[in-house]
């Protein structure tokens, strides 16, 4: 009857940590993903503030000077 017992508790365990591994796995790969998306959504957001920057100066709401000073600053986000 031990023996029984001691492999009930062995199948138990080892069911708990592939349980594991799984739900660590998963939670590994949405964390991942998220991850990915925050990098192509700051990508996109950047492109768009270069876009309306440069919208802004063509239409003469900004002149060359704040057009550098600005464009500058959005390039070193990206390092």
Same mark, same amino acid.
């Given at each position: 009857?031990? =023996?029984h017992l001691v492999g009930? !508790? %062995?199948l138990k365990?080892? $069911?708990v940590l592939i349980f594991g591994v !799984? %739900?660590?796995k998963v939670i590994m790969l949405i964390k991942k &993903? $998220? =991850?990915q998306m925050e990098e192509k959504y700051k990508i996109?957001? &950047?492109s768009n503030a270069i876009n309306i920057l440069k919208e802004r100066f063509a239409s003469g709401? !900004? *002149? *060359?000077?704040e057009y550098k000073e600005r $464009?500058?600053?959005l390039s070193s986000l990206n390092s």
């Open positions: 009857m031990t =023996l009930f !508790i %062995i365990v080892l $069911s !799984i %739900i660590f &993903k $998220s =991850l996109v957001r &950047k709401e !900004i *002149d *060359d000077n $464009s500058a600053f």
